[in-house]
């Protein structure tokens, strides 16, 4: 979340501000929507922001956020491996992401 506050701090000092913000998880949107609400701008008004894992933060903060399937991720990582170490060739699982809609864009 202190990652989102300092890059609201960023984008409150420029003078060509970006429309819209896609962060690297939910807690780093958290932070930012934080910070800029504490100095009065408006999310999504002044700026458009987006989130991803899809988190419990994003539903408490009504965050848009992208979500995606961790489990199958893991699963996917431990194949990985086990394709590695015994020289096998099990498939992967595709990942699917979803774009959730709330109110942040």
């Known amino acids: 979340m202190r990652d989102g506050e300092e890059l ?3 984008w409150i000092a420029q003078t060509n ?3 819209a913000i896609f962060c690297a998880n939910d807690e780093v949107a958290a932070g930012f929507i ?3 609400r504490r100095n009065k ?3 999504p008004g002044d700026v458009g922001i987006i989130g991803f894992d899809n ?3 994003a539903n408490l903060m009504d965050l848009t956020t992208i979500h995606y399937p961790v489990d199958q991720q893991a699963e996917n990582a ?3 491996l086990q394709n590695m170490l015994h020289s096998t060739d099990k ?3 595709a990942l699917e992401y979803t774009l959730i809609e709330r109110h942040t864009t």
Do not use: Y
């Open 91 to 93: 498939t992967l699982v």
């Open 78 to 80: 431990f194949l990985i």
């Open 41 to 43: 701008f408006s999310v």
């Open 8 to 10: 609201a701090k960023w």
């Open 55 to 57: 988190t419990e933060v």
């Open 17 to 19: 501000r970006p429309d």
């Open 34 to 36: 934080t910070e800029l």
